[in-house]
């Protein structure tokens, strides 16, 4: 194992264990199937698509190693990160509370449709990965980077954050938990506001960009915004 593949691993471990301490500290019981559930699906998929990326392109994990507000370049990202960092761990933890207070409030049908929305947002950030090998996790222009303009970034300009988005909102219905998307809500507000301030930066700071953005309209959802 190298390092890359290392650090890698290392990295999804931590931030695994971290979404089952949101979860289940909160709820205060392990008898929570819709938890284990999407604990679950995610334990499968980030480690999967880390492997294949791994594999494929190197580049691109490197880019996505260091991730969080602190590790923003942009002091308005930074800010605007952590933000949203505590809004996504908000989402976890009030669908834990629930649980604990209300039990079960979402029929299971909705449960298993609403993991279903995950996974194709999780598929479609796949997709957005494969096709950009720049998508870091953090705002930052890097010598040579070119602006992507085939696959999904020809319909939205941001699909990464269309698919992050879908799969994000989808879970507080995937935990069982209604009043999660209280904070889910407000994280994919954040989402919005990240990318108007990450596309001004591109602009002043990306050779092209001006001119993609003229030809792809949209940010987020066709014909919407």
Known sequence: ??????KTLAGIARMQAALALMLFVPAWTPAY???????????AAAPSTAL???????????RRLDVGAAAEPLGSQKIIQGIGGLLYAATFVVAGVEHRV???SVPALVVFIADAVV????ALTFVAFKANTFAASTVTVETGQRVVTTGPYAIVRHPMYSASILWFLATPFALGSPWALVPAVLMSATVAVRLVDEERHLRESLPGYDAYCETVRW???????
């Open 33 to 43: 199937w819709q938890a284990w559930l999407y604990w679950t699906l995610s334990t």
């Open 102 to 104: 209300r039990g079960a």
């Open 219 to 225: 940010r987020l959802i066709p014909g919407l915004w």
């Open 52 to 62: 294949y990326f791994l594999k494929r392109d190197p580049a691109l994990m490197r």
């Open 119 to 122: 996974l194709v947002g999780l």
């Open 1 to 6: 194992m190298n390092e890359l593949t290392g």
